[in-house]
């Protein structure tokens, strides 16, 4: 069985809502969470739960701590820091939940056996490859040829975000192609539509998660967005070094684009205001690529991950 299935997108990117600093600062809970093959991951402040669709229609659920370096250390919980901190290790936990998803909803498939560790660690490190090389690397290369070396760095920065922000588009259209990620992006749906319910108050019963909309502010489709719109002006303050030089510093001066990107979604989620709503509109729009509407079982499935999630959380589920 080819594990490229669990892999036809990064976390970050096929992933939706990210959650809030886990320091517990903030007074109302923001859960996060990723769709995954079959089934739908949740983050809270200091746990996390997975729900996943088995091959006999069971569903399988399971919750534990969530060892958040937020938690353990609340200093470091501060503005542009704490966004470094929260989208690594969703990244870390995000592959961790891809890789069980895989093993539990393809078990049938692969005759009971779970993937090998070397297929895993390909894996991740193609999609690291084609992330790098796809909206990096190659806008990078691509962009002094089109508009001339001689041109001013602003210039080539804007070329170049627009040709990241292209591909990104390009990207989605094409995995979305895929049955097995169509898949995914109704799982991806359907984890909107049951974070909705808990944040307005619904019950939690997958009738109700049904007429809920599958677009939401915090999306991790909404956060790429909005990074590669920051690295437009980020970038243009790197100026003009070798190709290897420019290369490099994109990639490590990432955490900090996420930091910044952070930052502004997390004031977005609290603001009211009509420029922020303006701010949010692309990155909603884009999330008709990566969202679809679920089915009632599909449904059931977020549901029980928010309600393992929310069990382990000490909180009341509703419904």
């Known amino acids: 069985m080819p594990y490229a299935k669990m892999t036809g997108i990064p976390p970050i990117i096929s992933s939706p809502v990210l959650a809030s600093s886990p320091s517990g600062r903030d007074d109302d809970l923001r859960v996060g969470g990723q769709a995954v093959i079959e089934g739908v991951l949740m983050r809270g402040r200091r746990h996390w739960a997975l729900a996943v669709r088995k091959p006999d229609g069971s569903i399988h659920t399971q919750a534990e701590p969530l060892t958040s370096f937020l938690v353990r250390h609340p200093g470091w919980d501060k503005p542009l820091l704490r966004g470094i901190f929260v989208l690594g290790e969703s990244l870390v936990l995000g592959w961790r ?4 998803s895989a093993d539990i909803a393809l078990e049938e498939e692969s005759q009971g056996k ?34 001339g070396h001689d041109s001013p760095v602003w210039l080539w920065n804007l070329v170049e975000g627009g040709m990241r922000i292209a591909f990104f588009v390009a990207y989605l259209l094409l995995v979305s192609l895929s ?17 909705h319910l808990l944040e307005d108050g619904y019950p939690l019963e997958p009738q109700w998660a049904l007429r809920e909309g599958t677009d939401h502010l915090r999306c991790g489709t909404s956060f790429m967005l909005l990074v590669l ?4 002006v980020v970038y243009s303050f790197l100026g003009k070094p070798p ?8 990639v490590a001066i990432i955490p900090l684009v996420a930091g910044i990107s952070y930052e502004i979604m997390k004031y977005a ?3 009211r205001s009509p420029w922020m709503q303006a701010l949010a509109a692309p990155g909603m729009a884009l999330q008709r690529l990566t969202t679809r509407r679920p089915d009632l079982e ?13 069990e382990k959380e000490d909180l009341t589920a509703r419904g």
């Open 229 to 232: 719109v920051i690295t437009v």
């Open 179 to 195: 049955r097995e990620m169509r898949r995914v992006f109704e799982y991806h749906g359907a984890e909107h539509q049951s974070i």
């Open 114 to 147: 779970g993937m090998g560790w070397i297929e895993k660690t390909v894996s991740i490190v193609l999609a690291l490859a084609l992330t790098i090389g796809l909206f990096i690397a190659l806008p990078t290369w691509l962009a002094p040829r089109m508009v």
């Open 97 to 100: 939940a891809l890789s069980i």
């Open 298 to 310: 599909q449904a059931e499935v977020a549901l029980s991950a928010l309600k393992a999630l929310l």
């Open 243 to 250: 190709l290897w030089l420019r290369i490099t510093e994109r």
């Open 269 to 271: 989620d609290r603001s």
